[in-house]
């Protein structure tokens, strides 16, 4: 089909259909191949000034009628169907009119066969020949019937290398739609492949700021010293977790731990060789949670360590397996070797306080029992004061 019309040719904008786009040289070229045979025809039997009137109005003004009507048109793809139709007409009208010489009646019937079965498919050949049959039949009411097939040599020439001609024409046509049909997928294979990796590259980004979210987040929520948890993140965990607890019937308990004499470690040792310790402790902490347990750096030298599911009485052992670990744990610091105690306090529900603040002051106040009484001991909020361990 056709493409590439110019624009004094054709009004894209006005027509917006490929059927009407394409048809336009194709009926032009046909009708004027067409009408040069049938001039070839009739010239020897010098037909009258009507006849020559009709010629001219019909092979050589007739296409560019329709092209007008089809530009005119709001559905311009229906209008060219229609004048699809109104081809097949004229044609069998003026085959029949002429005797059906049988050239270019052929000539005739192919490229109007060829147009439809392009334009509408296989309904196309049922629809041109009932078309070429009524023109036909509509030209012998008004014009005797005759059957006249023969034609001369030059008429037989002209008709044979017009319908070659024709033929060729449609297939440069239809060759220029594939060639830029191929053009136009390559183009949008092109922008296809563009736009893919520039998804692509949009996902990978995206994963990109996710993974930095996820680490900004864990580093806002971590202790930048301990690698433990801060107290920013306990501010909104604490209350998911007992919250659960509650609704699952467990208890909760909590461990308030702090490194005995630590000021004085820093005092003597340096600064470094406290946070030396704070590293060790925290880690020696960590290495000891279960996985759902909480380990915190509550601020300064105090830990928090949060026990879901886990009843007082284990809670007390569990808080005499630390601080039996941390009184043997020796921290290297250079030639150093400094030695560290802890002490603790246990609070937890039902038994002490049903809420994560009311929890944690009774732990506080374990501990500074805890501490009060000698240090290196762990003291459950509520118990009386014990002796020391030796």
Known sequence: MESGVSAGTLDLAKTHHWVAVNSYRVRVAAFALVGISIALHVFPASHGALFWTAFVLQFAVYPHLMQWRTRRSGKPEKAELDNLIVDAVVSGAWAAGLGFPLWITAALFLATLLNHTIMR?????????????????????????????????????????GLAIYLSLMGVEFFTYIRRLHEVQGAVASQKQILEDANSALHEQISQI????????????????????????LEGTLEREMARCKREGTPMTMLLLDIDHFKLINDTYGHQAGDEVLRVFAQALHDSARAEDIVCRYGGEEFLLVLPKMPLDIARERGEFLRKLFAETIVPFGELRIRITASIGIAGTPDHSDSTDGLIRCADQALYLAKRNGRNRVVTFGDAIQELPG
């Open 210 to 233: 996710h993974d930095l979210q996820d680490k900004l987040r864990e580093q806002a929520n971590r202790d930048s010293l301990t690698g433990l948890f801060n107290r920013r993140y």
């Open 121 to 161: 498919g296989l309904p196309g050949i049922l629809i041109c020949p009932v078309a070429l049959l009524s023109g036909a039949l509509a030209s012998t009411t008004v014009v005797a019937f005759q059957l006249s097939t023969d034609t001369n040599g030059l008429v037989t020439l002209s008709s044979i290398v």
